[in-house]
Every structure is written in structure tokens, then in C-alpha cells.
């Protein structure tokens, strides 16, 4: 039996122009990762992210934590977000403020939520965007290909998206369900599956150990 750590990349910049790049303290999230798996003497026998570069910045963090600058990896398109920015236009057109105050970031979520639910039943599709069956099932090969691997331990690095897919399909889960995964999921965050040739198991949801000391009760973000 194998086991796969599904790990969301580290907090980005949220609100800036590009949001895909990690934020000063989701570099350091991420090397604490690293060095939280070094500390219980985990090793990677294979690694997959996605090609967004928050991700990829968030598993060389974790490398730089653990010490091993060029562990092997294959960078996954299927393992790439949604893009949120089209799910929200879908279903509100023309521009939309800057979400700099928590009753703006409160409308940015709500409108996300419902973009995201409208994807998931067919009844939008976001430019750009392939369909949400199209979406789910690049989800389900990478999770195929990681049952290929046989025993060992697999590091996965994606996102929030992604991450909730890959457990709603495990757990069966309704849609509506699947978004509250979505939109509770911490960035790095580690996620554990149990898996073998024929099935993966869920085994944590969404846990931070590497961030549970008092001194890093700060570092625990959402976005």
C-alpha cells in the first residue's frame, strides 16, 4: 500500500495584479512543510505538480525544507486551478473591485461559490475554461497514474480545486459539497491517501502539522 500527500501551494498573492506567485509567507510555509517532512524522515519516491507557479514555487520550498534541491518531479497540467477570475465572470459581467475590505472579499467568495456551482451543473462555462466533467477527469488520471507507482510515497502539489476534486471523487461526494471542501482547504495544507493498484482512501483532510506550534499560529492563511 502506497500513500500520496496532496499538499495546496502556499499562500499567493491574493489582490495584486498576478496572482500566481507566491507571497513572502507562503515561501516560508512551504520550506516549513519541507522541513516538517524532513523531521519525520520522509522521503519521496515520486513527485507530481501542477504547471501554475504557485505550485511549482511551492514544491521547491518544500525541496528547499527538506534539502533535496532536485527531487525528480513531472509537472501535471490536470493538476492546474480553475481559473477563478473567468468563473466569476461567467456570472458577473463587467469588472469587478479590487477585494481590498472583508465586505468585498465576503462578495469575491460568494460570487466564486456560485460561479463554481453554476460550472459544476452544466449551466456556464467559464472563457477559457474546459467543462467541470472535462476538469474532473484530468483529476481522476493523475490519481490513476499515482496507483500505478505501487508502494511508496507520492507528493502531490496542486491546489485548492484540484485537491477537493480528488476527494470528492474518493468520497463521493455531491457537488455542493466539493465547494465547501474547495473553499476550506489552507494553503499547504496536507491531504493523506492511502492508496493501492485499485483505489485511493482517504486517510487526513486538510491538516497543518508542520504550523502547530504557537509561533506559527500567524501563518495560517486561506488564499
Known sequence: M???????????SFGADDYDVLSPLGHRQSVRLGEYFKSKGLAFDAALTGTLNRQVQTFSGICEGLGAAALPHTRWPGLNEYDSAAMIGAIHPGPLARPDTPEL????FRLLKEGLAQWMAGVVSPRGMPSYPEFALAIAQALDH????QNGRVLLVSSGGPIATAVGQVLG??????????????????????????RHMLVTYNTLPHLDAAEHASWVTYA
Open 2 to 12: 502506497g500513500t500520496l500527500y496532496l499538499v495546496r501551494h502556499g499562500q499567493a
Open 105 to 108: 472579499y465576503r462578495d469575491y
Open 146 to 149: 499515482v496507483r500505478t507507482l
Open 173 to 198: 461526494t455531491r457537488p455542493e459539497t466539493t465547494i465547501e471542501l474547495n473553499l476550506r482547504i489552507r494553503n499547504t495544507s496536507v491531504t493523506e491517501f492511502a492508496f493501492t493498484p485499485k
